[in-house]
Nanobody
Framework: QVELVESGGGSVTAGGSLRLSCAAS????????LGWFRQAPGKQPEGVAAIDSDNTTNYQSSVKGRFTISKDNAKNTVYLQMNSLKPEDTAMYYC?????????????????WGQGTQVTVSS
């Protein structure tokens, strides 16, 4: 059973930074693809970034150059460093895990989800 617990959300003004953390159960970060998704009110969830077991990373185009996904296998933790935040980044952010393979954007493939952490960016 994979368990994921997010933290680090909060409220910032535009241009600010936040770092989200996702604490995972043992061996998850070394064996699974970990992704960050977000969902704004009234919108479908969307993939933000993902990091594979071999450290391959993928990003949504709107966050490239601003967000960085990383992981620490020793701590079983995945991070999302978010810089130059914009009001349109406001959403509930979720950490999710899936077995290797398939599109990182496909939420259906991610069988394990955290409870989410809210990020609010004001202008």
């Amino acid at each position: 059973q994979v368990e994921l617990v997010e933290s680090g959300g909060g409220s910032v003004t535009a241009g600010g930074s936040l770092r989200l953390s996702c604490a995972a159960s043992l061996y998850t970060t070394s064996r699974y693809c970990l992704g960050w998704f977000r969902q704004a009110p009234g919108k479908q969830p969307e993939g933000v970034a993902a990091i594979d077991s071999d450290n391959t990373t993928n990003y949504q185009s709107s966050v490239k150059g601003r967000f960085t996904i990383s992981k620490d296998n020793a701590k079983n933790t995945v991070y999302l460093q978010m810089n130059s935040l914009k009001p349109e980044d406001t959403a509930m952010y979720y950490c999710a895990a899936k077995k290797v393979g398939g599109s990182w954007r496909d939420t259906v493939l991610f069988g394990y989800w955290g409870q989410g952490t809210q990020v609010t960016v004001s202008s």
